[in-house]
């Protein structure tokens, strides 16, 4: 199983972007998938999860500004970030708990992450 991050970049304040995450390999299932950040010398924190039913989570710091959403079809993930904000900058993890076809159980998968940078 793999999750493959995508979309992030520089942006101005204010500026918006989209993250997508793929999860690909013999998938089973999927049960949360989320998004997490890590900004330079910072713990890894939780920015936004979503369950497989769709209710969401939001930390409270971009709760109003990111949308979490998900595509169950294509084992997909985004994060659209509008209202961006200099300390929105960090490194963005994609997290998936996903069982594949050869195990009874759901594991925790991390993507590679992806940097976002935001200018003030």
């Known amino acids: 199983v793999q999750l493959v991050e995508s979309g992030g970049g520089l942006v101005q304040a204010g500026g918006s972007l989209r993250l997508s995450c793929t999860a690909s390999g013999n ?3 999927i049960n ?3 998004w997490y950040r890590q900004a330079p010398a910072k713990q890894r924190e939780l920015v936004a999860t979503i369950t497989s039913g769709g209710s969401t989570n939001y930390a409270g710091s971009v709760k109003g ?3 979490i959403s998900r595509d169950n079809a294509k084992n997909t993930v985004y994060l659209q970030m509008n209202s961006l904000k200099p300390e929105d900058t960090a490194v963005y993890y994609c997290h998936g708990e996903v069982r594949d076809y ?3 159980y759901h594991y925790d998968y991390w993507g590679q992450g992806t940097q976002v940078t935001v200018s003030s």
């Open 102 to 104: 050869s195990v009874k």
């Open 27 to 29: 998938i089973f299932s």
């Open 32 to 34: 949360n998938m989320g």
């Open 65 to 67: 500004r990111f949308t």
